[in-house]
């Protein structure tokens, strides 16, 4: 058996596949406060969960954010090259990823092989990030589950001019003092952070067949924005979540 496990910003994932690479078990954890302890936690989980020691499993990658943190990962890989591993393995006529997370986003080129030719990286700024989404649904006294459905009731998306994610927020305060449509709103920031992340998809040399995975992938509103501003259809996956981790994996099986 081989684990790969993703330690995200904001979430932890953990994927077991066995020698023939499929996927037996998968898990999803927030991060919290250490998350070298959540690493453990998923760790030991699905070892349980799959009547498996740890002498039974093989070898195990790392890769995101807390990588360097997990002990037991026997070698610690970019996310850039295990989101690449992961979607190829998935969507293997992919081109480009493009990758929204809680604190970063990322447009990933790929080749026919699934081999990384460019990538653009935002981790510098919340903005066209989860984390910008979080704060605009917490002013907005909105459930982010329902981000998605509401942008799409939108008659009239509001201009949010600010890419910042404190400056936006002001906007929107600004708008709701209007009294501006909550949908036209969330229309609005849905369709900021898709102009960002165009922008970034141009300067990568993105092309078709794109796919995009991390959190942000269940936003229909995030979504449907992104294909307008490329004039193409986005692909998603039920596993979209987890690519980071599913890389890693397939890197574990291969070292």
Avoid at 29 to 50: C, D, F, H, M, P
Avoid at 121 to 138: E, I, S
């Amino acid at each position: 058996m081989f684990i790969g496990i993703d330690i995200g910003s904001t979430t932890a994932k953990i994927v077991l596949m066995d020698s023939s690479k499929n996927i037996i078990d998968k898990i999803i954890a927030n991060v919290g406060y250490s998350s070298k302890q959540v690493a453990t936690n998923i760790y030991r989980e699905i070892l349980a969960r799959n009547n498996l020691k740890e002498t039974n499993i093989k070898n195990i990658v790392s890769c995101g954010y807390g990588r360097e943190s997990i002990d037991f990962a026997k070698k610690a890989v970019s996310e850039i090259i295990c989101h690449a591993k992961g979607v190829h393995f998935l969507i293997n006529d992919a081109s480009t990823i493009i990758d929204i997370g809680g604190q970063d986003s990322k447009v990933i080129v790929l080749n026919s092989s699934g081999n990384v030719v460019n990538f653009v990286m935002n981790d510098k700024c919340a903005a066209g990030t989860g984390r910008f989404l979080d704060v605009m649904a917490k002013a907005l006294m909105c459930d982010i589950e329902e981000f998605g459905t509401l942008a799409l009731q939108s008659k009239k998306p509001a201009n949010i001019s600010s890419m910042c994610t404190v400056f936006a927020e002001s906007e929107v305060i600004s708008l709701v003092a209007k009294s501006e449509d909550r949908n036209n709103i969330i229309a609005g920031l849905c369709e900021s952070i898709a102009k960002r992340i165009a922008s970034m998809y141009k300067r990568a040399g993105g092309k078709p067949k794109v796919v995009l995975t991390g959190g942000v992938a269940k936003n229909i509103g995030v979504l449907k924005a992104l294909e307008n501003q490329i004039n193409m259809p986005i692909l998603t996956h039920e596993l979209s979540s987890f690519t980071g981790a599913i890389g890693a994996c397939i890197i574990s099986t291969q070292t």
